[in-house]
Each structure stands twice: as structure tokens, then as C-alpha cells.
């Protein structure tokens, strides 16, 4: 059995400010990135995700989100596939109590 070692570096940020024109309204962004290295290989593998998104509160049960993500992974090695991905979409939140 090939001895492996990996090292693994994650970093995360997100914030989450309230629009000053809106207080029912919070812009909140994201950034993430994952880099994993082979230590006994030739591989390394960069993962990354950027997002914004706006939530709007429009009653105490009921809030609408509107966002957009953009993921990318980068390999130099080739049997591992590379992609770039761009989302958007919106969403409903219902919260029903009983």
C-alpha cells in the first residue's frame, strides 16, 4: 500500500450588512476557497465559491431571496475535470406556525 499524505487549506468569509435604506432588507455575500495538495502526488486542487444574495423580509412569516454563485474548480491534474458553474435563482420562505 503507496503511503498518502494531504494538506488541506480552507478559508471562509461571510458577512451579512443590513441595507440602510431598507431595514426589512440584508445583502449578505460569500467567499469560500478550498485548496488540497497531494504531498506525495502531483496534484493540486483549487475549489472556489462566490456568492451573493438579498433576502427581503415581507412579513414575519414571509421573506423573498434573489441570489447569483459562481463555483469554479482548477486541478493540474488532468484525469481530474475543471469546470466554472454560474447560478442564479430566487426563492420563497413560508413559515407556518401551529
Known sequence: M???TDHTLFCHLQS?????????????NQIHALWWIQAFGTRNDLLSSAG??????VCRN??????VDYNARFSNNKSASEYRQFDGGL???????F
Not at 52 to 57: E, M, P
Not at 91 to 97: A, P, S
Open 2 to 4: 503507496r503511503d498518502r
Open 91 to 97: 426563492g420563497l420562505n413560508v413559515i407556518f406556525r
Open 52 to 57: 451573493l444574495a438579498l433576502y427581503w423580509t
Open 62 to 67: 414571509c421573506d423573498v431571496r434573489a441570489f
Open 16 to 28: 451579512s450588512p443590513v441595507l440602510a435604506r431598507c431595514p426589512a432588507a440584508v445583502l449578505s
